[in-house]
């Protein structure tokens, strides 16, 4: 591990304490490498050129003419992106969907751009996590029904 050190000026410090007891954190330095991997993932997630991992969120009116089937049909003609959803009832109208998602950052950000697009789609909120891609490998000595897989590894 890498030790530098920074200098603020007091109001700034100050500033930065009680973010730091309002987060929880132990200490500055976790702050600071939480503070730097986000910024680090926003400039990779922007770029959209790398692999990702992502979760969506929305919500919706389950009874707007045909939005659950057009909600479910983007999902299956991107099957490749689509890893799992999961579908919950707020209450007797609404719905909450959270559908995490891998592939190429843009093609991600495509899909969830369709989805939170459709009409009745409310609170739509993405969280992407760029990664690196393992090799496809498996596990010695090979077990029936263990097949090859692939580690996405977080970038930052």
């Known amino acids: 591990m890498e030790r530098f050190t920074i200098s603020l000026d007091d109001d700034l410090a100050r500033d930065f304490d009680a973010f730091i007891a309002a987060c929880g ?8 490498r939480d ?15 790398g692999d990702c991992v992502a979760s969506l969120s ?3 009116n389950h009874h707007e003419r045909e939005l659950a089937e057009r909600l479910a049909g983007h999902q299956h003609a991107h ?3 689509t890893v799992a959803s999961l579908h919950v009832h707020l209450d007797h109208d609404n719905c909450l969907e959270s559908v995490v998602l891998q592939g190429r950052v843009a093609a ?3 899909l ?4 939170t697009a459709e009409p009745g789609v409310r609170h739509g909120a993405l969280n992407l996590v760029s990664v690196d891609r393992g090799d496809h490998h498996t596990h010695a000595p090979y077990v029936p029904g263990r097949e090859p897989h692939l580690h996405l590894k ?3």
């Open 79 to 81: 099957h490749d992106l």
């Open 108 to 110: 991600v950000r495509a």
């Open 35 to 49: 503070l730097i991997r986000a910024r680090l993932e926003r400039d990779a997630s922007e770029q959209g050129d």
């Open 58 to 60: 929305f919500v919706y």
């Open 112 to 115: 969830a751009g369709q989805l």
């Open 25 to 32: 954190y132990g200490n500055r330095s976790e702050a600071v």
């Open 154 to 156: 977080p970038r930052y």
